[in-house]
């Protein structure tokens, strides 16, 4: 039997960064939206504006998870404190989906209001800031995903998809903004209808990532098929008697058996568990706990 548990101490560092940059840019694009709405008057941009404020306060929630999760085990947590990155992107995924709902309600009642010839004409002003607002957001999208899918980050990854939650508000914005210059104001609220369940989908999928990992779910089949080929690959093995996989957080644990020929030493059967545990450990750098039991061959 070998184990050997590692924690990579880069992830923090590139997570809370991440997370800085994400608070600089919408402390300082939820300033723009809201100057442009209030000069161009558009109520569409000034919602957007508080929209991107909100990403602040997720930002705050994702990096006190990820410090959180990185604290050392104790004595009374002996496998970390990992899943507490999980409880913050079930809160951000709570966040996305309150936002998204928000947003169907608001747009729902205007429409079957029917008062669409009330609203202001927006000006050029509020036009610009939803093109500027949706670069910058995707942008930032894409920039948090990938640093999500480096660090297996399930918080990172939720702020990511409220980003993109926050380009598709801003696209949203430009639709109205743009169909109510030209004498179409109802497009404002069919868009943000359909962006509303384009963030209720997002939301959904992060807490069922989030709840997955929360209690221990198994990783996916395609990866426990590559982990199981990975040791029939080590020499000495003859089979995999039994392998179990489940994440902790955003962390990945193996327990295996696996048999190998009967009549070899102690020292010779520690040594094939030993390398089936180092080729695991190096192709899935989330692994970090990977126990390898041996069985004598049939």
């Known amino acids: 039997m070998y184990e050997k548990k590692s924690v ?22 939820s300033a723009a939206k809201l100057l442009a709405g209030i000069l161009g008057k558009s109520s569409a941009m000034v919602s957007d504006a508080i929209h991107s404020a909100s990403d602040v306060f997720s930002t705050f929630v ?26 913050a992107s079930i809160i951000l995924a709570v966040l996305l989906g309150i936002v998204g709902v928000g947003i169907g309600v608001s747009g729902m009642g205007k429409i079957l209001s029917g008062n669409y010839q009330t609203l202001e004409i927006p000006g050029l002003i509020s036009l610009i800031a939803a093109v500027v607002s949706i670069a910058v957001k995707e942008w930032m999208f894409w920039y948090t995903r990938a640093a999500a899918k ?6 990172l990854m939720a702020d990511a998809w409220h980003h993109r939650s926050d380009a598709l ?13 030209i004498g179409f104001p109802v497009m404002d609220f069919i868009a943000s209808v359909i962006i509303s369940l384009c963030i209720i989908k997002a939301a959904y999928d992060i807490f069922k990532d989030g709840i997955n990992k929360m209690v221990d779910h198994s990783c996916d089949s395609e990866t426990q098929e590559a982990i199981l080929n990975s040791a029939l690959n080590v020499q000495g093995v003859i089979d995999v008697d039994d392998l179990k996989t489940r994440l902790f957080g955003s962390k990945l644990y193996v327990d295996m058996e696996i048999s190998a020929d009967a009549n070899l030493s102690l020292k010779a059967s520690h040594e094939i568990a030993e390398r089936v545990h180092s080729v695991i450990e190096e192709k899935y750098p989330e692994c970090i706990h990977c126990m390898v039991h041996v069985n004598p061959a049939e």
Do not use: Q, W
């Open 8 to 29: 990579k101490g880069s992830t923090k560092n590139l997570a809370i960064h991440v997370s800085v940059v994400s608070i600089i840019v919408n402390v300082i694009l």
């Open 62 to 87: 994702v990096i006190a998870g990820v410090k959180m999760s990185e604290k050392k085990a104790d004595k009374g947590h002996p496998y970390g404190h990992e899943r507490l990155e999980c409880v």
């Open 150 to 155: 480096k660090l297996n980050s399930g918080a």
């Open 169 to 181: 508000s801003s696209v949203g914005s430009f639709a109205g903004i743009l169909f109510a210059r």
